[in-house]
C-alpha cells in the first residue's frame, strides 16, 4: 500500500547515519534518554485506535468490525502487557526503561515529563516543564495530537508507517550498524529483536489489514491516510536529525575539552 509514494522517504529513513553514529554505550545511553519518548507516545496511538474500533464504554455494545477490533487488541496485548527475559508481564515501555537502566542511561528527563503527566498537566506543557529538546516535544505532540484529534484512518496510517512496518525496518538497521556487543546491552537488544519479530510478523500485517478496511475504495479517505503516512514518516526524520545534531554537539565538546587538556598538560 503506498508503496510508490512513500519510497524514496522510507528510504531516507532507513538510510539515516543515526544508526551508525551510536557506537558506543555512551552514545546509546543519550539515543535513548531522548528515544524513550517516542516509545512511550506510541501507546497513544495504539489506544486511539482501539477506541475507535472496539467498544470501551459501559454500556458495552459489539463493534461495527469485530475482525479489525480483534487485531487491534492483539497488538495492544502484546504492546501494554507483553513478558521480559524472565517471563514477567511488562509493557514496551517498562521494557525500555529497565533496558535504560540496565546501562545507566538516564530517565531523569523522562520520569520528570511522565511525572507532570499523570498529575493532569497537558502533554505539551509536561514536554516543556520537563526540558524535553525542541525537536523531540515537535514529534510527540504531533502524535498525541493526532491521537486525539485525527481520523481513524489517519491515525492508522501514522500507526501503520509511521511505526508497525517502519520500526522492524530501523531496528534491524540500527542493529546491524551500530557498535554495541551484545553483552553491553542485553536488555535494549530484547527489546529490538523482540519489535522485529512482533513487528514484521503479527502488528504490521495486522495494521494493515486494519487501514485497507478502513479505506476500502474511498479517495478521500485514501488521500487523508497517504499524507498521514508521509508525514508520520517526515517526523521520524526529523527526530532523527534532532538526536544526530545532539550526537555531534556531544563529539564537539568532547573534542573541545580532550584538545584543552592536551594544551594544559603541554
Given at each position: 500500500?503506498?508503496?510508490?509514494?512513500?519510497?524514496?522517504?522510507?528510504?531516507?529513513?532507513?538510510?539515516?547515519?543515526?544508526?551508525?553514529?551510536?557506537?558506543?554505550?555512551?552514545?546509546?545511553?543519550?539515543?535513548?534518554?531522548?528515544?524513550?519518548?517516542?516509545?512511550?507516545?506510541?501507546?497513544?496511538?495504539?489506544?486511539?485506535?482501539?477506541?475507535?474500533?472496539?467498544?470501551?464504554?459501559?454500556?458495552?455494545?459489539?463493534?461495527?468490525?469485530?475482525?479489525?477490533?480483534?487485531?487491534?487488541?492483539?497488538?495492544?496485548?502484546?504492546?501494554?502487557?507483553?513478558?521480559?527475559?524472565?517471563?514477567?508481564?511488562?509493557?514496551?515501555?517498562?521494557?525500555?526503561?529497565?533496558?535504560?537502566?540496565?546501562?545507566?542511561?538516564?530517565t531523569d528527563l523522562f520520569d520528570e515529563f511522565l511525572s507532570h503527566v499523570?498529575?493532569?498537566?497537558?502533554?505539551?506543557?509536561?514536554?516543556?516543564?520537563?526540558?524535553?529538546?525542541?525537536?523531540?516535544?515537535?514529534?510527540?505532540?504531533?502524535?498525541?495530537?493526532?491521537?486525539?484529534?485525527?481520523?481513524?484512518?489517519?491515525?492508522?496510517?501514522?500507526?501503520?508507517?509511521?511505526?508497525?512496518?517502519?520500526?522492524?525496518?530501523?531496528?534491524?538497521?540500527?542493529?546491524?550498524?551500530?557498535?554495541?556487543?551484545?553483552?553491553?546491552?542485553?536488555?535494549?537488544?530484547?527489546?529490538?529483536?523482540?519489535?522485529?519479530?512482533?513487528?514484521?510478523?503479527?502488528?504490521?500485517?495486522?495494521?494493515?489489514?486494519?487501514?485497507?478496511?478502513?479505506?476500502?475504495?474511498?479517495?478521500?479517505?485514501?488521500?487523508?491516510?497517504?499524507?498521514?503516512?508521509?508525514?508520520?514518516?517526515?517526523?521520524?526524520?526529523?527526530?532523527?536529525?534532532?538526536?544526530?545534531?545532539?550526537?555531534?554537539?556531544?563529539?564537539?565538546?568532547?573534542?573541545?575539552?580532550?584538545?584543552?587538556?592536551?594544551?594544559?598538560?603541554?
Open positions: 500500500m503506498f508503496a510508490e509514494s512513500l519510497k524514496d522517504l522510507q528510504a531516507e529513513l532507513i538510510e539515516h547515519p543515526i544508526y551508525r553514529a551510536v557506537e558506543s554505550v555512551d552514545e546509546l545511553r543519550r539515543f535513548m534518554r531522548i528515544h524513550v519518548f517516542a516509545v512511550w507516545d506510541f501507546m497513544s496511538l495504539a489506544k486511539s485506535l482501539q477506541n475507535s474500533l472496539t467498544c470501551t464504554q459501559i454500556p458495552w455494545v459489539p463493534p461495527l468490525d469485530e475482525a479489525s477490533a480483534r487485531l487491534i487488541n492483539d497488538i495492544i496485548l502484546n504492546e501494554e502487557s507483553d513478558v521480559d527475559r524472565a517471563g514477567v508481564a511488562a509493557s514496551h515501555l517498562t521494557l525500555y526503561l529497565k533496558a535504560m537502566q540496565e546501562i545507566g542511561a538516564p499523570k498529575k493532569g498537566a497537558a502533554v505539551d506543557d509536561a514536554l516543556r516543564e520537563a526540558g524535553v529538546p525542541a525537536y523531540a516535544q515537535e514529534f510527540v505532540s504531533s502524535n498525541i495530537f493526532l491521537a486525539n484529534h485525527g481520523s481513524v484512518e489517519e491515525v492508522a496510517s501514522c500507526f501503520l508507517f509511521g511505526r508497525e512496518e517502519s520500526i522492524p525496518i530501523m531496528f534491524r538497521a540500527l542493529l546491524h550498524k551500530w557498535g554495541i556487543a551484545v553483552d553491553e546491552a542485553p536488555g535494549m537488544i530484547y527489546y529490538l529483536e523482540r519489535h522485529i519479530e512482533l513487528d514484521s510478523k503479527q502488528h504490521g500485517p495486522a495494521a494493515t489489514k486494519i487501514l485497507e478496511k478502513l479505506i476500502g475504495n474511498d479517495s478521500v479517505r485514501h488521500a487523508k491516510a497517504l499524507h498521514s503516512a508521509q508525514e508520520a514518516i517526515r517526523a521520524r526524520i526529523r527526530l532523527w536529525d534532532g538526536l544526530l545534531d545532539q550526537f555531534s554537539i556531544g563529539q564537539e565538546r568532547i573534542n573541545q575539552v580532550s584538545a584543552f587538556a592536551e594544551l594544559v598538560h603541554e
